[in-house]
């Protein structure tokens, strides 16, 4: 079975003016992530968009993905839904179209039991034979997976890991708990990489990697090597970019300041998501300026 480790970039899906998909921009940051050298690919996830995407505008960009990606990297593909049934069925469209993974997070709406959460997951498995990652996401699920029901669900066969988007300190709960090999612990949270990598996590599924995809690379390539002192370096200086993303609704900002660094995509968002403030343009540009990542117009 294929390892996930490493960068995956939680991938932005960008939009014309009439917020349909823009399928350029889409090749475009595709082509621009793989020639970074991210270890792999994450489509329709939160920065995606993918609860404000209908079914068919899914299909695109799972199919611009992979056809894009042409097997340089693995692409994994967010098939969350608020019901099974239509989890299931883009699950086994991903499958088809020759995606790698699965990440799948808990549906939004109802509260469960963890009975629930158990047969959901159970469901999409013996549907889709491809490998699952957990999304644990409580911040926009408002329903929190235990280390105890994430043990309970590393035993479904092709279960491989989750996405904690946690503190670290639930990440090595969950290491220590699950004794199932292999089982991928991603942090979903960038300005953590470091500590996550040195308790045994897999690496990063998030949407600062779309902005400094070497960066946050570099950050796991050196911990590899043994060079603490320079992924401690390495981390440090993606820090500024935390006054970007402390908002509750990251993809205009993320695709704000990949615009502002000249890539062919525009902060358009699905309705009814917020649009992007000239406040926020300004903290995305003076977080790229800290950063030495644009330069000063004066």
């Known amino acids: ?37 991210v270890h792999g690919l994450v489509a329709l996830g939160s920065s995606g968009e993918f609860p404000y995407l209908t079914v068919d505008e899914k299909k695109r960009v799972i199919d ?12 994994v593909v967010c098939t969350s839904s608020v019901g099974t049934d239509e989890a299931i069925l883009l699950s086994k469209y991903a499958r088809d179209r020759g995606a790698d993974g699965l990440l799948i997070n808990l549906p939004i709406y109802f509260p469960l039991t963890d009975d629930d959460v158990f047969n959901h997951y159970k469901a999409i498995s013996k549907a889709v034979d491809l490998p699952i990652l957990l999304y644990d996401f409580p911040y926009v699920t408002h329903l929190e997976m235990s280390p105890e029901l994430i043990s309970r669900l590393s035993r479904i066969e092709n279960i491989v890991g989750i996405k904690e988007t ?18 991928y612990v991603f942090t979903g949270i960038s300005f953590i990489l470091l500590q996550a990598l040195k308790i045994g996590g897999a690496g990063a599924i998030c949407p600062i990697p779309c902005i400094v995809p070497r960066e946050v690379v570099a950050i796991y390539e050196s911990f590899k090597k043994g060079d603490m002192e320079k992924a401690s370096q390495l981390q440090e200086k993606i820090y500024p970019l935390v006054s970007m993303v402390a908002v509750p609704v990251q993809s205009p900002v ?45």
């Open 1 to 37: 079975m294929m390892k996930f480790e490493g960068v995956y970039p939680a991938m932005v899906t960008p939009l014309n003016r009439g917020l349909k998909i823009d399928e350029n921009g889409l090749r475009h940051e595709v082509d621009f992530l793989v020639r970074s050298h």
């Open 64 to 75: 611009i993905v992979v056809e894009q990606a042409d097997r340089r990297v693995p692409v």
């Open 254 to 298: 993320v695709k704000e300041a990949m615009r502002q660094l000249g890539h062919p995509i525009q902060p358009y968002v699905k309705s009814p998501l917020p649009r992007i403030t000239a406040a926020q343009k300004d903290i995305v540009r003076k977080s790229l300026l800290g950063l030495g990542l644009i330069k000063s117009k004066g």
């Open 166 to 183: 946690g503190p670290v300190e639930k990440a090595e709960q969950i290491l220590h708990m699950i004794k199932k090999e292999p089982f």
